[in-house]
């Protein structure tokens, strides 16, 4: 059946063991781990490394291995989230190459899944995008498919503040993209990481995409955000998405939860769907984001046999 787990982005000062052990005490099934190089992120949730793909040598391997044998927590797919087609030059390349890198290390940890942006260059429209991102993601999908690793694309517009604007920071937000991206780079490793809420603020339905790329969706988020109709009426929808759209706690926003479930079991999915905190009300300290985890994972449990 469905698993349920979280991205362990919003824990990021504990370590790996500590965030399996965090999710076996609560009673999740995995955990989408996050895989950043070791170094200083400028974005919020970017930059956490809680396994470092350059000290993954056989040992830790095995330790990994060990780990999620003690606990009984899986982890659900490798996760990194950065800019592969950005303006600059040096950030694209160190994108792919970190991305490759998470390609190559999944199979040796026994997981098939890497979850992660397709990016966009966001000063320039999608089709000045198109040629680049066929020449970048070409040999991405080519290495997923020698490795026989599913890539996730999260549908995040990333598009949120003055520095992604106008056109965002990720290529792969619509149905129409999806199709005509899954037609020219050809793969079947290439697919989506879910997430409703991204629909959502795009004034779209979200329950129709899950059946028609439900052979697509090879993880989901489990993410709400509520939207302020009296602050969009007075700002417009061309406005920073930030100021009428707040991420929210799966139940505490605007997704109707028993039916996204009903929807992703009848299309035959039976993945990971996790948690993905962005709640900043329950940012405060780590006891309030362990607690989110503790009240998402309760609120869900309904819908999960």
Same mark, same amino acid.
Request: with cysteine; charged share 25%; glycine share 6%.
């Given at each position: 059946?469905?698993?349920?787990?979280?991205?362990?982005?919003?824990?990021?000062?504990?370590?790996?063991?500590?965030?399996?052990?965090?999710? *076996?005490?609560?009673?999740?099934?995995?955990?989408?781990?996050?895989?950043? &190089?070791?170094?200083?992120?400028?974005?919020?949730?970017?930059?956490?490394?809680?396994?470092?793909?350059?000290?993954?040598?056989?040992?830790?391997?095995?330790?990994?291995?060990?780990?999620?044998?003690?606990?009984?927590?899986?982890? *659900?797919?490798?996760?990194?989230?950065?800019?592969?087609?950005? &303006?600059?030059?040096?950030?694209?390349?160190? *994108?792919?190459?970190?991305?490759?890198?998470?390609?190559?290390?999944? &199979?040796?940890?026994?997981?098939?899944?890497?979850?992660?942006?397709?990016?966009?260059?966001?000063?320039?429209?999608?089709?000045?995008?198109?040629?680049?991102?066929?020449?970048?993601?070409?040999?991405?999908?080519?290495?997923?498919?020698?490795?026989?690793?599913?890539?996730?694309?999260?549908?995040?517009?990333?598009?949120?503040?003055?520095?992604?604007?106008?056109?965002?920071?990720?290529?792969?937000?619509? &149905?129409?993209?999806?199709?005509?991206?899954?037609?020219?780079?050809?793969?079947?490793?290439?697919?989506?990481?879910?997430?409703?809420?991204?629909?959502?603020?795009?004034?779209?339905?979200?329950?129709?995409?899950?059946?028609?790329?439900?052979?697509?969706?090879?993880?989901?988020?489990?993410?709400?955000?509520?939207?302020?109709?009296?602050?969009?009426?007075?700002?417009?929808?061309?406005?920073?998405?930030?100021?009428?759209?707040?991420?929210?706690?799966?139940?505490?926003?605007?997704?109707?939860?028993?039916?996204?479930?009903?929807?992703?079991?009848?299309?035959?999915?039976?993945?990971?769907?996790?948690?993905?905190?962005?709640?900043?009300?329950?940012?405060?300290?780590?006891?309030?984001?362990?607690?989110?985890?503790?009240? *998402?994972?309760?609120?869900?449990?309904?819908?999960?046999?």
């Amino acid at each position: 059946m469905i698993q349920l787990g979280f991205a362990s982005a919003i824990v990021p000062e504990l370590s790996l063991e500590e965030v399996l052990a965090l999710a *076996s005490t609560i009673g999740y099934d995995c955990v989408e781990v996050m895989c950043w &190089p070791v170094s200083k992120a400028e974005r919020r949730y970017a930059g956490i490394t809680h396994i470092d793909l350059s000290q993954l040598d056989d040992s830790r391997v095995a330790e990994i291995l060990s780990l999620m044998d003690r606990t009984g927590v899986a982890i *659900s797919a490798l996760g990194y989230y950065p800019n592969c087609l950005a &303006p600059d030059v040096e950030e694209a390349a160190g *994108s792919v190459a970190h991305l490759k890198r998470l390609i190559e290390s999944a &199979p040796r940890l026994g997981i098939d899944r890497v979850t992660t942006f397709i990016g966009r260059d966001f000063t320039k429209s999608v089709e000045e995008n198109w040629p680049r991102m066929l020449e970048t993601w070409k040999p991405i999908v080519a290495l997923a498919e020698e490795h026989q690793v599913r890539i996730g694309i999260e549908n995040c517009p990333m598009l949120f503040s003055a520095d992604e604007w106008p056109g965002g920071k990720n290529l792969a937000t619509t &149905p129409a993209i999806w199709r005509r991206m899954f037609e020219d780079l050809g793969s079947p490793n290439l697919g989506l990481n879910y997430d409703p809420s991204h629909m959502i603020w795009q004034h779209m339905d979200y329950l129709k995409p899950m059946r028609d790329f439900a052979s697509r969706i090879f993880h989901a988020h489990a993410k709400d955000v509520r939207i302020d109709h009296e602050k969009l009426n007075e700002v417009g929808i061309l406005a920073h998405p930030a100021e009428y759209h707040t991420p929210k706690l799966p139940g505490l926003g605007d997704v109707d939860w028993g039916k996204f479930f009903s929807t992703l079991v009848d299309t035959g999915y039976r993945g990971p769907v996790c948690v993905e905190v962005e709640d900043r009300a329950y940012e405060g300290s780590l006891e309030d984001r362990q607690d989110s985890l503790r009240q *998402s994972y309760r609120y869900l449990k309904n819908f999960i046999p």
